[in-house]
């Protein structure tokens, strides 16, 4: 079964630096993409960028360009968000999800669980 | 940036009824080449994790109940559920992925 495990629920303060964790299981890790999404409290859904689980190649929502840093390890099929000084506008539950990569179908076909993430003094 | 908009913000239907959500993209979202629309559908259910439905704009996933189709092609697209059942309350996005990645606003789904 196809699965992607997140790290825990996170509260830390305001320019303390963070990083969250999203574990595949399941599938050939270095065949597809690992999204990041966020949504915060009562909203939407937004794409804060992915990478690539084989060359690590990544890609940023200019809306998280410079904010945020994706990375991944692939020896042990892990992808990572992390922040270097948080802010309360961060407060939101970050989603990891698995995206294809076969002849432009880009779904996000499997989703983790889910991190809180709360920046609060 | 490819903007996503989405009709109504939320619906309230009656169950066994039929439910109706539009999208809309800024800009076409076809690949007129391999004639596919680049366009899916999520399910957002409260206090779970999003679930994909819909993907090439009208192709249901795996496991997805036949009462979810999807359609439309270029910047216009409609996801109907032909027979609301209690268990399909929950707020529906669209996804473009033809630039990048963008998200329609959601549409909350609610029995009436």
């Known amino acids: 079964e196809v699965q992607l495990a997140q790290s825990g629920a996170e509260v830390k303060k305001p320019g303390e630096s963070l990083k969250i964790s999203c574990m595949g299981s399941?599938?050939?890790?270095?065949?597809?993409?690992i999204a990041w999404v966020r949504q915060m409290p009562g909203k939407g859904l937004e794409w804060v960028g992915f990478?690539?689980?084989?060359?690590?190649?990544?890609r940023y929502s200019p809306s998280f360009q410079g904010q945020v840093t994706i990375s991944v390890d692939r020896s042990i099929r892990t992808a990572y968000l992390q922040w270097n000084s948080l802010k309360a506008s961060d407060t939101a539950i970050y989603f990891c999800?698995?995206?294809?990569?076969?002849?432009?179908?880009?779904?996000?076909?499997?989703w983790g669980q889910g991190t809180p993430v709360t920046v609060s003094s | 940036d490819i903007l996503m908009t989405q009709s109504p913000d939320s619906l309230a239907v009656s169950l066994g009824e039929r439910a109706t959500i539009n999208c809309k993209s800024s800009?076409?979202?076809?690949?007129?080449?391999?004639?596919?629309?680049?366009l899916a559908w999520y399910q957002q259910k409260p206090g779970q994790t999003p679930k994909l439905l819909i993907y090439?704009?009208?192709t249901r996933e795996s496991g997805v109940p036949d009462r979810f189709s999807g359609s439309g092609s270029g910047t216009d697209f409609t996801l109907t559920i032909s027979s609301l059942q209690a268990e399909d309350v929950a707020v529906y996005y669209c996804?473009?992925?033809?630039?990048?990645?963008?998200f329609g606003q959601g549409t909350r789904l609610e029995i009436k």
């Open positions: 999800a698995r995206r294809r990569d076969d002849h432009g179908d880009r779904r996000f076909d499997t």
């Open positions: 996804q473009q992925y033809y630039s990048d990645i963008t």
């Open positions: 399941g599938y050939a890790f270095s065949a597809f993409w």
């Open positions: 800009q076409s979202i076809l690949d007129s080449g391999h004639n596919k629309n680049y």
């Open positions: 090439w704009a009208s």
């Open positions: 990478i690539n689980g084989g060359d690590s190649e990544i």
